[in-house]
Nanobody, 119 residues
Framework: QVQLVESGGGLVQAGGSLRLSCAASGTMFSFNVMGWYRQAPGKQREWVAAITIGGSTNYADSVKGRFTISRDGAKNTVYLQMNGLKPEDTAVYYC?????????????WGQGTQVTVSS
């Protein structure tokens, strides 16, 4: 059974940095896409960044230039380096992994890690 475990969240002052990690287990296949979402209190979950198996990346406009997504394909691990953090980045951050196999897509989510940015 595929499991995603996030780590690296915490409390940081505005302007600071954090690095989130998401380690996947339970599969021998490399995920086609891995990414990060976040959900702030009272708001819907929103997409933050994604990286394909080939290394192509995309970012939400709100984090472009401040966040960097990367992955270790051999370990099925994805990272999110967050610099220049703002109070509005405060949210629970979730890892998501997409796997295409046997003609179907399967989607997996982690449990989330809290990021709090103080002003």
């Amino acid at each position: 059974q595929v499991q995603l475990v996030e780590s690296g969240g915490g409390l940081v002052q505005a302007g600071g940095s954090l690095r989130l990690s998401c380690a996947a287990s339970g599969t021998m296949f490399s995920f086609n896409v891995m990414g990060w979402y976040r959900q702030a209190p009272g708001k819907q979950r929103e997409w933050v960044a994604a990286i394909t198996i080939g290394g192509s990346t995309n970012y939400a406009d709100s984090v472009k230039g401040r966040f960097t997504i990367s992955r270790d394909g051999a370990k099925n691990t994805v990272y999110l380096q967050m610099n220049g953090l703002k109070p509005e980045d405060t949210a629970v951050y979730y890892c998501k992994a997409d796997l295409y196999r046997g003609g179907r897509w399967d989607y997996y989510w982690g449990q989330g890690t809290q990021v709090t940015v103080s002003s």
